[in-house]
């Protein structure tokens, strides 16, 4: 945000193309603006400008207008690439004694805060720089044991335990909670918090459900890729849909999703736009399970992909050749590449939503301005 105000304030051209009359070099606005824009507009607000940006540029009508009467060929037009992937957030790779070492400090502040303004007269104790000193005592070890973890994380609960109590002892003595919203949202996150890092301790595991890796963005969960490069990200799944170089945000979920669960909606999208199913499916193998296979054959839809069982010579004929599906992935390369998909630097879930279908409705734009 503030490189591109500092970046309107420095290039005459973009304030040209802001309707500028005179170059000059102060900002156009504070650069915290960008996240009110963000909030304003949301996901399904952005969404529906890129749809409608390609659908004006590409001169198609309304499903409304689409002649009912059209036979069974012209009913089925098009080709339809799906494909799923994860955006990476700008937060710092989670540990168990990192989140633990962050809430604890994060209830420290609060505990000073609170006993500012309460009535006690004597302050709870924390141990904040005994406790500072043994999380780094750790932390800053190049290699560290299982047991060396296991035994800070430990005390670092233990701390983290104690500082809960004394932030409950010290809001008895008000007749109201008295943080703000964003205190308030710190305070119920490094509860739960605790609560999760205290199971997976008793039982000696590293996941759980709904897991908070940030206390900053909670809303982030983890997200099992698979890949070379990272078996775990932590960000948001979207599932994109693209049809002629024209890329649509079918769905965005900050939990980890099944593909296969996600066909038959954005298939529908697909006819919600265009009035009319596409004419073949271009999936990877995780969307074919049977039920979808079985809903595009009833739709009289051509899936092409890598059949189930033994394939006869008609099957082979329909399977997806390597390169079909190359036009997604690039897509996905030119996203994060070039675009900043691969960090997502909102912190807000909202804005983060935003961001991501900025970037969506970017490509588009680029993609129209090469015809």
Same mark, same amino acid.
């Given at each position: *945000? ?16 802001? %309707? ?12 915290? @603006? ?12 952005? /969404?529906?400008? /890129?749809?409608?940006?390609?659908? #004006?540029? &590409? ?7 689409? $002649?009912?009467?059209?036979?069974? *060929? *012209? ?5 339809? #690439? ?13 540990? $168990? @004694? ?8 994060? =209830? ?36 560290? =044991? ?6 800070? #994380? ?36 490094? &509860? ?58 079918? *769905? ?5 999703? /099944?593909? %296969? ?20 499916? @271009? ?25 189930? %069982?033994?394939? =006869? ?5 329909? &399977?997806?050749?390597? %390169? ?9 390369? &030119? ?6 998909? $691969?960090? #997502? ?27």
């Amino acid at each position: *945000d503030r490189e591109t105000v500092d970046q309107i304030s420095e290039n005459i051209y973009m304030q040209y193309f802001l %309707g500028y009359s005179s170059f000059t070099d102060e900002p156009p606005f504070d650069a915290s @603006l960008f996240v009110e824009f963000r909030k304003r507009l949301g996901l399904e607000q952005i /969404n529906a400008i /890129n749809e409608r940006i390609v659908k #004006i540029k &590409q001169g198609i009508e309304s499903p409304n207008k689409t $002649d009912k009467n059209c036979d069974q *060929d *012209d009913f089925h037009k098009g080709s339809l #690439i799906l494909d799923a992937t994860a955006c990476p957030q700008d937060i710092a790779y989670p540990t $168990d @004694l990192d989140l633990l070492n962050d809430s604890r400090e994060k =209830s420290e502040e609060l505990i000073d805060l609170l006993f500012c303004s309460s009535s006690i007269n004597k302050k709870p104790r924390n141990y904040r720089e005994k406790a500072r000193k043994e999380y780094l005592k750790t932390a800053q070890k190049k290699s560290k =044991s299982k047991k060396e973890i296991r035994t800070t #994380i430990k005390k670092q609960l233990s701390y983290l335990k104690r500082n809960i109590n004394s932030i409950h002892l010290l809001l008895d003595s008000f007749e109201i909670i008295p943080f703000v919203p964003k205190e308030y949202k710190y305070w119920l996150v490094i &509860q739960h918090l605790y609560d999760q890092q205290k199971q997976m301790y008793d039982k000696k595991t590293h996941s759980i459900e709904h897991r908070i890796v940030s206390i900053h963005q909670p809303h982030v969960r983890p997200i099992v890729r698979g890949k070379s490069k990272a078996k775990v990200e932590f960000g948001a799944k979207i599932n994109l849909s693209m049809v002629d170089g024209m890329s649509f945000l079918d *769905d965005l979920s900050w939990d980890a999703f /099944n593909e %296969g669960t996600r066909l038959k909606k954005s298939v529908e999208k697909y006819k919600a736009r265009f009035g009319h199913y596409p004419k073949e499916v @271009l999936a990877d193998k995780i969307y074919c399970n049977r039920e979808n296979r079985a809903y595009l054959k009833e739709s009289g839809i051509l899936l092409k992909a890598k059949p189930l %069982g033994r394939p =006869s010579k008609e099957a082979l004929s329909n &399977q997806v050749s390597p %390169g079909e599906r190359n036009p997604i992935e690039a897509k996905f390369g &030119q996203a994060k590449t070039g675009y900043g998909l $691969d960090r #997502i630097k909102a912190r807000l879930s909202n804005t983060s939503e935003t961001w991501i279908a900025c970037i969506i409705l970017v490509l588009n734009l680029v993609k129209l301005a090469q015809v």
